[in-house]
């Protein structure tokens, strides 16, 4: 059975800098009847495993580790026997939540993430936060981006470990060159294109600045 991409929305809080926020995330899952992956384990593990039901669980994928993207992941791969895979560039970020336990393996640019016959293509895009990546999956003409675009533009950088100017480089580099029809499945909020976002690259740059 060919791979599909799942769907859920997890609600809770993001703390950086004293500061706490409310927030909703999604969280995909990508695979077949038989496996799947996830990507982020934001704030409450059991909704996660009600999406994964009973198949294997081949990876717990970290798009970054702000708090509201990994706070469950230890849970959740405590829970299934999955190891939680993050960029090394994010460990600082990671610590923050999670002093006490490392994840399980590093996420590397360009490389291949294979499940139920389909690849994810790790894209190390920061800015955001220094390890940041997304998860490009050509064969479901998909890429999923956690914060680092969205439907409007990129994500936040006004705090700490982000930078203006590297998101943008990201976005423009390595994101923008996939193919326009590419769907972009964002770590909040809706879904959008690589096509309709792509004219207002420039416009994003103006508003930074």
């Known amino acids: 059975m060919a791979a599909r991409i799942e769907h859920a929305v997890t609600s809770g809080t993001f703390s950086l800098d004293g500061d706490t926020f409310d927030v909703d995330n999604n969280v995909w899952v990508v ?9 982020d384990a934001p704030h409450d593990a059991a909704a996660i495993r009600r999406v994964v039901g009973d198949r294997r669980l081949v990876a717990i994928l ?11 992941a230890p849970e959740l791969s405590d829970a299934t026997g ?18 006490e336990r490392r994840p399980d393996g590093d996420l590397v640019d360009g490389q291949v993430i294979e499940v139920a ?8 895009t920061p800015g955001h ?3 940041a990546v997304c998860f ?3 064969e479901l003409g998909a890429v999923f981006t ?20 590297l998101i943008i480089a990201s976005i423009r580099d390595r994101l923008l060159t996939l193919p326009a029809e590419t769907v972009v499945h964002t770590g909040h909020g809706d879904s ?3 096509g309709a976002e792509a004219p207002h690259l420039q416009e994003w740059i103006d508003r930074g600045h």
Do not use: K, M
């Not at 695979?31 to 990507?39: N, T």
């Not at 016959?117 to 190390?124: K, Q, W």
């Open 146 to 165: 956690g914060d680092t675009l969205f439907q409007g533009g990129p994500g936040a950088t006004g705090r700490s470990f982000s930078d203006f100017n």
């Open 117 to 124: 016959g389909t690849r994810l293509e790790v894209i190390h």
């Open 62 to 72: 970290a798009t970054h580790a702000h708090d509201d993207h990994v706070r469950v």
């Open 192 to 194: 959008t294109t690589i």
């Open 82 to 99: 999955a190891p939680v895979y993050l960029h090394r560039d994010d460990l600082p970020v990671w610590r923050l939540t999670h002093a």
């Open 129 to 131: 936060a220094p390890g």
């Open 136 to 138: 490009h999956a050509p």
């Open 31 to 39: 695979g077949d009847d038989a496996e799947c992956v996830v990507i």
